[in-house]
């Protein structure tokens, strides 16, 4: 399997992204998708789940902020930031549910105060 994230940068605070991770090597539309980010010097987080089902769950700090969605036609899930802060700066990842430890190279958010 290869995960490929995009779509980071530096934005201020309040602005928006929108991540992409495309993904080959798996029957995408069946998997369940996460996105992680690890902020410098912190543990790995889980941040957005978005099911073959298109249900979807959220992590407390991002709610009503970030969405995730999927697109199967293109083997991509997304992740729409807005209203951005500066803790969200972290490197942000996408990983297969059903294969722990498939990362992706990440994709670094910085957003300034």
């Known amino acids: 399997v290869q995960l490929v994230e995009s779509g980071g940068g530096l934005v201020q605070a309040g602005g928006s992204l929108r991540l992409s991770c495309e993904v080959s090597?798996?029957?995408?539309?069946?998997?369940?998708m996460d996105w992680y980010r690890q902020a410098p010097g912190k543990q790995r987080e889980l941040v957005a789940t978005?099911?073959?089902?298109?249900?979807?769950n959220y992590a407390d700090s991002v709610k009503g902020r970030f969405t995730i969605s999927r697109d199967n036609a293109k083997n991509t899930v997304y992740l729409q930031m807005n209203k951005l802060k500066p803790e969200d700066t972290a490197v942000y990842f996408c990983?297969?549910?059903?294969?722990?430890?498939?990362w992706g190279q990440g994709t670094q958010v910085t957003v300034s105060s």
């Open positions: 990983q297969v549910r059903a294969l722990v430890g498939s």
């Open positions: 090597g798996i029957i995408f539309s069946i998997n369940t």
């Open positions: 978005i099911t073959s089902r298109l249900n979807t």
